[in-house]
């Protein structure tokens, strides 16, 4: 599969074009994505986090939902410009958001709030040394994808492949699957369309309705746990 150049201006492109299917524009609770950010909220609210810095905001749909639904303090950055603009309009918090690499140090210097980054650490050529300059002690939620795309560097086929990959880095905690909508847009009235057209495909009708198979429609892995001391 060809890549994409992992640079700011290949998400601006992204992001200007709304994404796959536009979704990046969608309402939060339209998205496919909201079944992991609803998933990732959960953590967050179990847990009684008080502050999130978000690595990677995008769109800032999850920001949005978290703005809604709780009183959980929110900072969110992102390298694409376009996309932190798009976060601005969508959640009208201007000063919530701002442009930053997040590979660079600096936006983790004075950091006292727990840190969630979802669908960004498979963008990374180098996600180890994203993962490495989080603080010691941080609580980090974070999200990767099982399936691939020309915007990923790498996907994850089960919980011991992420645990491999993060585990020396992250004291993990919990890994769990949310299984990814076959909709981009999940909305009521796209499903009840979706399940008219679809009324004589029956795998297709058991897919849209979540019984598929997570290996075959796709998922995240979400994982959380405490960023260790370096040795
Ligand atoms: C698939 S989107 C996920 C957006 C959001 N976290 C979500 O779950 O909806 C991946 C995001 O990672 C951002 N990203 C990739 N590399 C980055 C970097 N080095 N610094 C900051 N953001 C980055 C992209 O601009 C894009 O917004």
């Known amino acids: 599969m060809e890549k994409k150049p992992q640079i700011s201006s290949t998400y ?11 979704v990046f524009d969608l309402p939060y609770q339209s998205s496919c994505y909201y079944p992991m950010y609803h998933a990732v ?10 502050n999130v810095l978000e690595v990677g905001c995008g769109s800032g749909a999850f920001a949005h ?16 410009p376009v996309a932190v ?3 601005k309009r969508r959640t009208s918090k201007e000063s919530a958001f701002y442009v930053a ?23 990374i050529p180098n996600d180890l040394e994203l993962v490495s300059i989080w603080p010691a002690g941080t609580f980090c939620v974070c999200s990767v994808p099982n399936f691939d795309s020309t915007y990923h560097e790498r996907f ?8 491999e990959r993060y585990g020396k880095l992250l004291d993990i905690k919990t890994i769990a699957r949310i299984k990814k909508p076959i909709l981009s847009d999940i909305s ?11 009324r004589y495909r029956p795998k297709r009708l058991k897919e849209l309705l979540g019984f598929g198979n997570f290996d075959e429609v ?3 892995f979400i994982f959380t746990g405490y960023r260790v001391e370096d040795k």
């Open 65 to 80: 939902m978290l703005f809604e639904k709780t009183h959980i303090g929110y900072r969110g950055f992102d390298f694409s």
């Open 85 to 87: 603009e798009k976060a």
């Open 218 to 220: 796709g998922g995240w």
């Open 12 to 22: 601006d492109d992204m992001f200007e074009q709304g994404g796959f299917d536009q």
């Open 101 to 123: 690499d997040a590979l660079n140090a600096e936006n983790y210097a004075t950091l006292s709030s727990s840190i969630i980054c979802t669908e960004v650490l498979e963008h």
């Open 188 to 198: 009521r009235s796209n499903f009840f369309r979706q399940l008219r057209w679809n």
């Open 156 to 163: 994850f086929r089960s919980e011991a492949e992420v645990a």
């Open 41 to 50: 909220l959960k953590v967050l609210q179990n847990k009684k986090v008080e």
